[in-house]
């Protein structure tokens, strides 16, 4: 996630080794749902971006998980 801390919009970037439905949601640090972006979206193989509006979260730090089958990846964020 680009750029880090976000003040508005961010930047989600992440390869797939195949095309796959894949789940990107954020997290806050207690582990609540915050917000889904993406729910089982098929997404091509390659280098896949996408823009986060922050404008809807509070100053605070969170995680974004992105899922795509079995692999998941999870980046720390902070909004200002």
């Known amino acids: 996630i680009y750029?880090?801390?976000?003040?508005?919009?961010?930047?989600?970037?992440?390869d797939l080794n195949s095309t796959s439905l894949v789940n990107i949601s954020i997290y806050n640090l207690?582990?609540?749902l915050v917000k889904t972006l993406?729910?089982?979206a098929r997404m091509g193989?390659?280098?896949?971006?996408?823009q986060?509006?922050?404008?809807?979260l509070s100053m605070?730090?969170?995680?974004?998980?992105?899922?795509a089958g079995e692999e998941q990846?999870?980046?720390?964020?902070?909004?200002?």
């Open 45 to 50: 193989k390659g280098n896949n971006i996408f």
């Open 60 to 67: 605070g730090t969170y995680l974004v998980v992105v899922k």
């Open 3 to 14: 750029p880090n801390p976000v003040v508005q919009n961010a930047n989600i970037s992440f």
């Open 73 to 80: 990846e999870v980046v720390k964020f902070i909004k200002y």
């Open 52 to 56: 986060l509006n922050s404008s809807d």
């Open 30 to 32: 207690n582990g609540s």
């Open 38 to 40: 993406y729910n089982n």
